[in-house]
């Protein structure tokens, strides 16, 4: 009942609580914003993107807590969630200060990410680091694609992007120090194609 509601818990704070980081902000107050309105809208429809992306690593994270019997391993876990958190604030007041909002299919989101965080768990406490690994390196490839496509008066999102870059790139790297597998090839194309599908429909929606 304990691990029931804390994951109900965590998943109302994610999809509907207020987030604050607790590390400094990457950007800079004097950093510039995009001035053409095509630019801010290409903005815009990126860090939606991101937030949906850090929406779902919260679902993959709370979901492989409940599901390992590690109480190291759901530490690891559940410490990744929370530096996560940064990154949810830092996306959702980027994208307030640029007008607009996120996705309205989150608890979409949110539910196929924690389903796939479920699974890897119980499969295994290694296949589940290694889904994590998988993930994470996607999506520090994602980001790169981002810091490509931002405007670059954009200097607020960028520095943003790159430090969320950072962090990811870190969560891989503890994930395979902890004892990750390497997942198989079809796994990886098909993580592929459903970020693709993800990100595609979290640009406009």
Known sequence: MDRFLSTADAVLRTLYAKHHSATPHPARAEDRSPERPEDKALSAALMRVNHVGEVCAQALYTAQAASTRNPALKAHFERAAHEETDHLAWTKQRLDELGDRVSILNPLWYAGA?????????????????????????????????????????????????????????????AQMAGAVELPPPAKALMRLAAKVMTRTAHYI
């Not at 924690?114 to 889904?131: C, E, H, N, P, Q």
């Not at 993930?135 to 994602?142: D, G, L, P, S």
């Open 114 to 174: 924690f389903t796939l965080g479920l699974v890897a768990g119980r499969i295994s406490d290694a296949v589940s680091l290694g889904f994590v690994v998988e993930t994470e390196k996607q999506v520090a490839e994602h980001l790169q694609s981002h810091l490509d496509r931002l405007p670059a008066d954009d200097e607020a999102s960028r520095a943003i992007v790159a430090q969320m870059k950072v962090d990811e790139e870190r969560h891989a790297h503890e």
